[in-house]
């Protein structure tokens, strides 16, 4: 049974940092793309970043490229995602999913998604 358990998030001033995790379960990281989404209150879903499961190359929305990271921990199945520079415009419930395709990430429809971890950035 797949299961993506999350954690971090939180409420932060804006120019701080939060690092999110997402801990896989019934699946290898190598088999499937995995990455997260955001949906803000009122908002439609917005692709944050993504590794793809046949090269493992990155991809980033446009609004986040240059402060967000994205990583993988194989051996811990768990892929990560550290926000630096944090602005109010990224006050959002993070989702981890998980789906063969990178770009069903990306868009938010992945075929396995997290319970979501609000992130609120305000001072």
């Known amino acids: 049974q797949v299961q993506l358990v999350q954690s971090g998030g939180g409420q932060v001033q804006p120019g701080g940092s939060l690092r999110l995790s997402c801990a896989a379960s019934?699946?290898?990281?190598?088999?499937?793309?995995i990455g997260w989404f955001r949906q803000a209150a009122g908002t439609e879903r917005e692709g944050v970043s993504c590794i793809s499961a046949s090269d493992g190359s990155v991809s980033y929305g446009d609004s986040v490229k240059g402060r967000f990271t994205i990583s993988r921990d194989d051996d811990k199945n768990t892929v990560y995602l550290q926000m630096n520079n944090l602005k109010p415009e990224d006050t959002a419930v993070y989702y981890c999913?998980?789906?063969?395709?990178?770009?069903?990430?990306?868009?938010?429809?992945?075929?396995?998604r997290g319970p979501g971890t609000p992130v609120i950035v305000s001072s």
């Open positions: 999913g998980a789906d063969p395709f990178a770009g069903n990430v990306m868009d938010g429809t992945p075929n396995y």
């Open positions: 019934g699946f290898g990281l190598a088999s499937y793309a």
